[in-house]
């Protein structure tokens, strides 16, 4: 263990409420519609939380088997010197790949929503530098700071939710199934991966110091993550309709600028840059520790922040030529995002634990 | 060290804003027209902004009061060959930055409405500045001439414009609002047209108007003390002539025109394909639920009008009902409100049988709206109401057979409309006064 933090069950379940909230409902919510119309509620909630369910199970489950080190510690423990270092550097390379795509999701939405002429690269770095920041003082740091910020991030959702409730029109969620189930599940699979960032148990768990509660912990995400995004659904489809919602590119942005509470309270998309840098921001504190964390692990270095500079630079770099365009990032959030998603959150830990159990045995 | 470095980072952002824009430097404005125009024999479009007077340096010395700038509106106007083109050919003739963030209403030219305004709505939408509930209108004529009319109460044409389009549901519900929103939406949902409010310009026919005594174009006087202030500070001729202290006789401008918010526009697809009149308008905002007040004449054993009926709130519910021989919508209006005008009275409300009387009456008139605006839209082909969405929400199965060719089944749908009104006061007097 790298990190000699230590976070309370509470922090836990914030930084994971932090990493499904921040940037799911802005650049997903338009995809979600496209293909489920007015149903998009529906594929918010049962299915991706079902998934997320088995995800916890699989990552809990693995966790107390190894409740001292992380993740990528243990995994040449259990499958070997090599194919444990080789599976450890493959997730050190999905964080930082990870990290990047937050990174380019941050600045791409700043850029087209409020700072068109400033340059992108540098909101790249500016968010970089102060999430590399927040990584080097260690996960106590991370998990204090999204304390103080997840309650800024979430006062102001519910807010801009709440203001526009007058103007919605409960008939833009009908008709219910128009085209059967189908479309309404065939949308879920691009909630899953947000849903399955439960699997961050496994990188944060030593850090628990109430080990127990690990699993309330993720069931209680998973109860308030069924609820918020079927409100938040709700409410940007009942505002625009699924039409509009599938025209638009930030839905959530619209609603906000919609608000207008008796011709005075209004304009108030400032709170969705308050929300997007608060979010973007501690999604990528966290998976810098972790992929700085996973990176020393690979190499058997004693300290990982010698590996954050680096790690930095790299996301900073390739976030702009992975992702030029917004439709091409929104194209592999929605479409191949969820199977990276499904073989390193689900798939990898499954296995790793099935053969834990095997070799157990043995 | 790194918190050092740190330090001076960050106070590379307290340098300001890449994205900073100085009012100073800003084009304000506050209503965008849109033409469509022929030069040359090629198609263009000509974009007028009307902006507002932004302040530049510090109140002027001496005096003590501070003076504002004679004007507080302009037009300005360029064309292009696309929309957004024309937009920035505003820069050929403005040092300043356009700024389309406080723009209150879009207005159409009605060549422009005739021809398509797919293209308008769909470079406002695109817009990051331009907002959802900016007001849209069509306008009779050009936009650049709507915009250059003046405003007779409010300080800019677009808050008049505005708030009288806002206002319009409350008072006589007589004009369906729009804002880019309701445009973008009744456009892009199938089975819902697209209607917006009618601007139309007038020249008031009243001598003591501002309008026709008022300074030159775009001017707006500010009040009797400041106009003194400058009576007494200048004396040139020029101020002569427009000082309305001077009397009203020396500047009367009766071609000056302002403008009014009397019809609606309706569109099929995108295109403008005729008007609705006041009353066909109060029927729409019946059926579609936006008429929250307003004015209903009857005449009440009278052959004309003799009575009138304020309606305070309304509500109603359209059912559609498919069966064998066709679609059948039933609208239920339901409203309360107070008899305001009863001309002999003729109507005796405190007999039961009088009141009910009038009440039918004034259903029948409520009914007759409805009925017009309805026969009118179906002879246009534009379905305004979203019958078509509706039966899209309630039966999406028969929506599938008949979505594609709504437009054309739409005439032929029939619309029952029940209106139950009740007269719950009749104002500060009982009977109505009698001429002895």
């Known amino acids: 263990m790298l990190d000699k933090g230590r976070i309370s069950s509470v922090q836990l379940l914030l930084i994971i409420c932090m990493l499904d909230g921040a940037t799911g409902i802005f650049f997903l919510a338009s995809e979600v519609a496209k293909i489920a119309g007015p149903d998009s509620w529906i594929s918010v909630s049962i299915l991706p939380s079902l998934y997320g369910l088995l995800v916890a199970g699989v990552v809990i489950a693995l966790a107390k088997r190894f409740p001292y080190k992380v993740f990528t510690e243990y995994l040449p423990d259990v499958v070997g010197k090599i194919p444990g270092k080789l599976l450890a550097a493959v997730y050190t390379l999905s964080f930082i790949f990870v990290a990047s795509v937050i990174l380019n999701e941050g600045t791409t939405f700043i850029n087209a929503a409020f700072m068109p002429r400033t340059p992108l690269s540098v909101f790249d770095v500016m968010l970089a530098v102060v999430a590399i920041y927040g990584a080097y003082l260690g996960i106590e740091c991370i998990a204090r700071e999204n304390e103080l910020i997840f309650s800024l991030f979430m006062i102001s ?42 699997f961050f148990i496994l990188m944060l768990y030593p850090y628990l110091n109430q080990k127990q509660e690990a699993a309330k912990v993720a069931l209680l995400f998973l109860l308030i993550y069924t609820v918020y995004p079927v409100w938040a659904m709700l409410t940007i489809v009942g505002l625009l309709g699924g039409q509009v919602t599938g025209h638009l590119v930030f839905p959530y942005l619209v609603l906000a600028r919609y608000i207008s509470v008796g011709n005075f309270l209004d304009r108030m998309e400032i709170l969705i840059a ?65 199977i990276y998603a499904l073989i390193g959150e689900l798939a990898i830990p499954a296995l790793i634990l099935l053969i834990a159990l095997i070799r157990k045995r043995m | 060290m790194i918190a050092l470095a740190l330090a001076v980072l960050l106070l590379l952002n307290c340098a300001g804003c890449w994205d900073r824009r100085e009012l100073d430097a800003l084009n304000v404005a506050t209503m965008i027209g849109v033409d469509r125009i022929v030069k040359d024999g090629k198609p263009r479009v000509l974009v007028s902004i009307l902006s507002l007077k932004t302040v530049v340096g510090g109140a002027p010395s001496g005096g003590g009061s501070v003076v504002m700038p004679p004007s507080l509106g302009y037009v300005s106007s360029a064309e292009g060959e696309t929309i957004t083109d024309a937009a920035r050919n505003i820069a050929l ?22 021809e398509g305004i797919q293209d308008v709505i769909d470079y406002a939408d695109r817009n990051k500045e331009i907002r959802y509930r900016t007001e849209v209108v069509t306008c009779q004529g050009s936009a650049l001439e709507a915009l250059e009319s003046q405003p007779e109460y409010e300080s800019t044409s677009a808050m008049e414009l505005s708030k009288m389009i806002r206002n319009d549901p409350v008072r006589i519900s007589k004009v369906v609002p729009a804002n880019l929103f309701n445009m973008i939406y009744s456009l892009m949902t199938p089975g819902k047209d697209a209607a917006m409010p009618r601007m139309s310009l007038l020249a008031p026919p009243e001598r003591g108007s501002s309008i026709r005594k008022g300074p030159a174009s775009g001017e707006i006087t500010l009040g009797k003390q400041s106009q003194q202030d400058q009576a007494g500070q200048q004396t040139g001729a020029k101020d002569q002539d427009v000082n309305p202290l001077l009397g009203v006789e020396e500047a009367q401008h009766p ?20 008007w609705l009149n006041e ?3 109060l029927g729409t905002m019946f059926i579609t639920r936006q008429a929250r007040g307003g004015e209903i004449p009857f005449a009440f ?50 007999k039961e049988s009088d009141t009910k009387a009038a009440e039918q009456l004034i259903n029948a008139e409520a009914q007759r709206a409805c009925q017009d605006a309805v026969t009118k839209c179906q002879s246009l082909h534009a379905d305004i109401f979203g019958f078509g969405d509706m039966i899209h929400k ?14 054309d089944y739409f005439p032929g749908v029939k619309v029952q409309v029940t209106a139950s009104f009740t007269i719950e006061n009749t104002g500060v007097t009982g009977e109505a006064i009698k001429t002895r």
């Open chain 2, 279 to 281: 009353k066909e308008g």
């Open chain 2, 301 to 350: 054993k009278s052959p004309e009008p003799n009575a009138s009926y304020t309606f305070r709130s309304a509500s109603a519910s359209v059912k559609p009902v498919i069966s064998q021989d066709g679609i059948t919508f039933e609208v239920m209006i339901k409203g309360s409100g107070q008899l305001t005008e009863d001309k002999n009275s003729a109507i005796d409300l405190t």
């Open chain 1, 157 to 198: 959702i519910l807010l801009t939710l709440a203001l526009v409730t007058t103007d919605i029109n409960l008939n833009n969620l009908k008709p219910v199934f128009e085209n059967g189930i189908l479309p309404a599940i065939k949308a879920a699979p691009m909630i899953c991966p947000l849903r399955g960032y439960v």
């Open chain 2, 93 to 114: 003739r403005s040092p300043r930055l356009l700024y389309l963030g406080h723009a209150q209403a879009i207005v159409i030219g009605e060549r422009m409405a005739r």
């Open chain 1, 274 to 338: 308050v929300i997007w840098i608060a979010g973007v921001f501690m999604k990528l504190a966290v998976f810098y520790h972790s992929a700085a964390i996973a990176a020393a692990n690979t190499l058997g270095l004693r300290s990982y922040r010698a590996t954050l500079l680096p790690i930095a630079i790299i996301t900073v770099i390739i976030s702009r030529t992975l992702f030029p365009t917004i439709l091409k990032l929104t194209t592999f959030l929605s479409q191949t995002y969820p």
């Open chain 2, 255 to 274: 071609e000056r025109k302002t403008f009014q918010v009397d019809g609606t526009a309706v569109f099929s697809g995108d295109k403008l394909v005729g």
């Open chain 2, 394 to 407: 309630a039966d999406p199965v028969f929506w599938k057979q008949i979505g594609d060719r709504w437009r």
